[in-house]
């Protein structure tokens, strides 16, 4: 499976932001997604996470009740909607896919990743 990050951008600190990850090959259906963000000088980390049904939904401690991840099997595209954004979200954003398998904190568990989408919250 391809994946194809978008939706990243400058933001001040407290607006929102949406990004998204439209992949391509395999049934999607079929795959965990997941985000991940890479800080300048920081080693890459996750963010949430997403059942292949969509019924279960998981997030980092820094992240949850500010950002909620969903999935749309029929456009075989998964987001991240962001908000409130803060300064120390600031980060490349990563999807990634895995095919066999829940959702894993991990990033060496997972099979396919986009290419990273910036980004960048104002104070």
């Known amino acids: 499976v391809q994946l194809q990050a978008s939706g990243g951008g400058l933001v001040q600190a407290g607006e929102s932001l949406r990004v998204s990850c439209a992949a391509s090959?395999?049934?999607?259906?079929?795959?965990?997604m997941a985000w991940f963000r890479q800080a300048p000088g920081k080693e890459r980390e996750f963010v949430a996470g997403i059942a292949s049904t969509g019924d279960s939904t998981y997030y980092d401690d820094s992240v949850k009740g500010r950002f909620t991840i969903s999935r749309d099997n029929a456009v075989n595209t998964v987001y991240l909607q962001m908000n409130p954004l803060k300064p120390e979200d600031t980060a490349v954003y990563y999807c990634?896919?895995?095919?066999?398998?829940?959702?894993?904190?991990?990033?060496?568990?997972?099979?396919?990743w986009g290419q990273g989408t910036l980004v960048t919250v104002s104070s």
């Open positions: 090959g395999r049934a999607f259906s079929g795959y965990t």
């Open positions: 990634a896919a895995r095919y066999l398998g829940g959702v894993s904190y991990i990033s060496r568990n997972y099979d396919y």
